[in-house]
């Protein structure tokens, strides 16, 4: 490979390109200020989530497709899982942490669990040391893709980077350029519910670079270095080398493997705290979801389309499934000397890399500062650090520090630990520790018997069981502990083999570790939970975690407070951490919503304690800004039944929304229904005027015409009948409606035969089945039961049915049939005409008033719409039902009528 790339050209473009996501990020916040926010857009939020793909997705994955083939995909199944089928989950996530103004991972489980400082601190603990390994992760692929790219070292020299002089180390300078840019972009200020607009901007842009360079690098090795992917499966089927590259379930990751790998990689995507950052706290507005959900996991499919390609590709040329595999992606765009490309894909690894650890040293810094440090200066005897002024600045130096923190001990972790891992290794190694966060979590959000106790008991034993398993191992692979503790166990002590606890085989380590790790976690927070008792504090946010959207949107509606407190208090305690403009802008905004004016009242009521709390919440976490409320207000016990009363006052003011929310779906019905009236009368105009119009204009015509021959007189005259007759079923079928609607109808019940009914109503009707031809059929027994009723109205509804079949049914050959049978206590007469099927929708509402359906020719029939609905009130009278059955050849209306003793032949 003869292209070399001058290393001061390589910096100063990296520095460019950081430097104007940065300028991107300074525009965007600006934006924002003003009103006009860039990444209020579910595009953006989705490009976003695309900080998961981390140098890990731009080299990690082809290394691992060299070695394990399809094997590397589990890692993005499952955040594709998650998104689609665990939306719910997210959408519950980002509504808590909105309406209790969560600000990181650690703050949500130490808020669920009574707002413990404790639980809050060790969760950052763990959070800081499991993402170590992440984050050595990006400081090794950019070092590492350097000096492939400027030929400072060949591929076999790439693993010993603790020989290197830290001051001779190039990754050591790029780390304390990551710090500081992670410090620019993250904690410039103390940002409000920590959103950070900039952050999230650049994280997108960076989300299209790295896409596009990947694409444009497997297009290359694809269709430049080889003809095709057809050409690159030849040349592989040709060596017999991989096939086990298309296998899943071979000896390298097994079937048990993928299952572990595709639930910790759920886990992670939801729980790796720049995951969280970025899919919980920087989200705007829920309905970003909707486009993420879909967005999201075709990103993950295009940037991973080609790497198997490029895999297969890499070993094709070099034959090397080791560190050099990790490099692929470069050396084979360096094998055609083409420096552009080269050039396009560092820059998009290094925006994998610098995305990752901006945003994940950010969340990380917060949890430090809010949920370890902050807490620990609080309770920290004599040092009154409650009492101190101007705490904003002091937050932001934690923050700083804790970045760069963090960042150094990736560094160490990389230089002497991470050399033993592949990339992917690195970053799986990350995913078990943080996958211990999930029965915290899950089970906190859904399940409202969860206790601290259990909490962190289960946190405690997941993480033992990770370090055990993970974490030790790797130290014994850099010889501070004895080999023999993974190839006998401790103290020769086979059962207890790091790599086979238990006598547990058929999976590789960090499969392994993840196995055991959350079955004793969730066995461990189960039992616990259910032999342990929560406080008051802990019910009280059990039931608004778990019943979040039961609750309303803001966290206004549920104040669990009660004491004394003054308002000057409260307003000199905000300033300190918020800054005076900040906090008077904040206290307006409370005054003005609840028309309340401080001077003349200057005790605080709970909802501005609550509020203060809320504020607070934002800038240094649940847990400590509890701590910091209650150090200026005398607060009361209280208990269950305190808050049993806020929680039941909640719920009469989320039942009355809901009625008033049903009052108005009844006011849109009644809208409805007076629009199908209206319809409905111009039906009747338009139905009454047709007939006569006709009746006058024969009459009209006979009458101006007196010497007329008799065969067209006689027809008008026969044509006058008939429209006089439909003029005054029209006229009594509107009459019968009103009547049947106002309960003003005299029924005749009486003893009657339905075999008479319906041979009656078909003789009436006979004339017009004749005129149109109709094939009627009638099926009916010799005898039926009598019952009791009204005649006329049961013959009424014969006529109506049938009409209605004559209408609608075919054209062309129309048929209509009869039929009466028994079925239990009730007769059941059938009327079927071979129309158009009735689909399940207008089943339903064929029977309302004023509801017409188009025939099978699309036009409106003629009629009121109301003769189905008089035969619907009818048959209610007579305790029967009334149908259309299912059917595929026709319309099968039915109706029954119940009878005491009789049968049917």
């Known amino acids: 490979m003869d292209n070399i790339i001058n290393p001061h050209s390589l910096l100063s ?22 009103g006009r926010s860039v990444t209020n857009n579910p595009y953006v939020y989705s490009l976003a989530l695309g900080v ?66 404790v639980l809050g601190g060790f969760v950052s603990i763990v959070a800081v040391f499991g ?5 050595s992760l990006q400081l090794k692929a950019i ?62 842009f960076g989300s299209i670079v790295k896409l596009a360079a990947f694409l444009t690098a497997g297009m290359f090795i694809t269709y430049g270095v080889f003809n095709s992917f057809p050409d690159i499966l030849t040349q592989a089927d040709l060596t017999g080398k991989f096939k086990h590259l298309f296998t899943m379930g071979t000896a390298s990751i097994t079937h048990a493997d993928w299952v572990m790998y595709i639930i910790i990689s759920m886990l992670a995507f939801l729980l790796l705290p720049r995951q969280f950052q970025m899919t919980v706290i920087e989200n705007m507005d829920e309905k970003h979801l909707n486009k993420a959900i879909w967005i999201f996991p075709l990103y993950l499919l295009i940037i991973n389309f080609f790497v198997l390609p490029i895999a297969i590709g890499g ?14 992606v470069l050396s084979l765009s360096m094998l055609e000397n083409n420096s552009w490309l080269t050039l396009f894909i560092f820059i998009g690894g290094l925006s994998a890399a610098v995305d990752m650890v901006i945003v994940e040293t950010v969340a990380l810094s917060t949890m430090i500062s809010n949920n370890l440090i902050m807490p620990f200066l609080i309770w920290m005897p004599g040092l009154n650090f409650s009492k101190r002024s101007n705490l904003n600045r002091f937050i932001l130096y934690i923050r700083r520090v804790s970045i760069i923190t963090i960042l150094l001990m990736g560094y160490f972790y990389f230089r002497y630990i991470g050399e033993f891992f592949a990339l992917i290794s690195s970053g799986l190694i990350s995913f078990v520790a943080i996958a211990q966060f999930a029965p915290l979590v899950f089970g906190g959000i859904f399940w409202r018997g969860a206790t601290k106790k259990g909490a962190i008991t289960a946190l405690s034993t997941g993480v033992c069981i990770w370090v055990y398993t993970l974490i030790l191992p790797s130290l014994a692979k850099t010889g501070t502990l004895p080999e023999t503790f993974i190839t006998a166990g401790p103290f020769g002590i086979e059962i207890l083999k ?16 993840a196995f055991w790790s959350l079955f004793v976690n969730i066995a461990t927070y189960v039992t616990v939970s259910l032999f342990s008792r929560p406080t008051t504090l802990e019910q009280t946010q059990a039931e608004l975690f778990v019943n979040v ?56 009521d709970p909802e501005l304690v609550s509020y203060a709390e809320k504020l607070l919440s934002s800038a240094i976490g649940s847990a400590s800004a509890r701590v910091m409320v209650a150090s200026v207000v005398k607060e009361e016990p209280l208990d269950i039944e305190d808050i049993m009363g806020v929680l039941d006052e909640t719920s009469q003011v989320m039942e009355y929304s809901r009625r008033l929310e049903k009052a108005n779906a009844a006011n849109v019905r009644l809208k409805e229904l007076d629009n199908l009236k209206d319809e409905f009368l ?65 029924w005749v019940v009486q003893e009657v035969d339905i075999i008479k009914v319906i041979n009656n109503s078909i003789l009436s009707l006979k004339p017009l089945i004749d005129e149109k031809k109709i094939d009627f059929e009638v099926i009916l027994p010799e005898t039926s039961p009598v019952i009791e009723g009204d005649q006329d109205m049961l013959m009424q509804v014969v006529i109506n049915i049938i009409s209605n079949g004559i209408k609608f049914c075919d054209k062309e050959s129309p048929k209509i049939s009869v039929r009466l049978s028994k079925q239990g206590n009730d007769i059941k007469v059938n009327i079927k005409n071979n129309g158009p099927p009735v689909d399940e929708h207008d089943r339903k509402k064929i029977f309302e008033r004023f509801i017409q359906l188009k025939s099978s020719d699309n036009t409106k029939p003629e009629g009121t719409g109301l003769g189905l609905t008089i035969s619907k009130r009818i048959i209610d009278f007579h305790h029967g039902e009334i149908g259309v059955e299912e059917s595929c050849d026709g319309a099968d209306f039915y109706f029954t009528l119940p009878f005491a003793s009789g049968t049917i032949s």
Not at 131 to 135: A, C, D, E, N, R
Not at 319 to 328: I, M, P, R, S, W
Not at 558 to 568: E, I, L, Q
Request: proline share 4%; net charge positive.
């Open 682 to 746: 111009a039906t009747v105009t338009h139905e009454l005027r047709t007939p006569l119009t006709s009746v006058r204009s024969l009459s009209e015509i006979l009458h101006e015409t007196p010497d007329i021959d008799s065969e067209t007189k006689k027809t008008f005259l026969a044509t006058i009948m008939s429209e006089s007759d439909r003029l005054q079923r029209l006229i009594g079928q509107t009459l019968d409606f009103q009547k049947i609607e106002s309960g003003t109808v005299e």
């Open 52 to 117: 998961y793909c981390t140098a890990w997705a731009f080299y990690g994955s082809v290394g691992q497709a060299s070695k394990t083939g399809v094997g590397f995909m589990p890692i993005y199944i499952g955040p594709t899982l998650m998104m689609v089928t665990g939306w719910v989950i997210v959408k519950k996530l980002i509504r808590i942490s909105k309406v209790h103004h969560i600000t990181s991972l650690a703050d949500l489980i130490a808020s669920r669990y009574g707002k413990s400082s």
């Open 13 to 34: 473009l990296s520095l460019i390109y950081v430097c104007m996501l940065f300028a991107i990020a300074y525009y965007c916040e600006k934006r924002g200020k003003k």
């Open 131 to 135: 993402i170590i390994p992440y984050i």
């Open 498 to 513: 790091p790599y086979n606890l238990f006598g547990l085989t058929g999976l590789n380590p960090v499969a392994h570790s």
């Open 549 to 604: 959207f039961k609750y309303g949107t803001d966290s206004k509606e549920s104040v669990f407070w009660k004491g004394t407190a003054n308002v000057p208090d409260l307003k000199s305690l905000l300033i300190r951490f918020l800054g005076k403009g900040r906090t008077e802008k904040a206290l307006q905004t409370y005054a003005v919503q609840h028309d309340t004016d401080f001077s003349s009242n200057p005790n605080a």
């Open 315 to 328: 070993l094709l040329k070099f034959n090397d499934a080791g560190l050099g595999a990790d490099t692929f």
């Open 143 to 204: 070092p590492v893709s350097y000096l492939v790219i400027t030929g400072k070292g060949d591929l076999s020299a790439l693993k010993d980077f603790s020989s290197i002089p830290i001051y001779s180390d190039t990754s050591f300078y790029i780390t304390l350029v990551l710090s500081l840019f992670a410090i620019l972009f993250g904690t410039r200020q103390l940002t409000s519910a920590e959103r950070h607009e900039g952050m999230v901007a650049s994280v997108a």
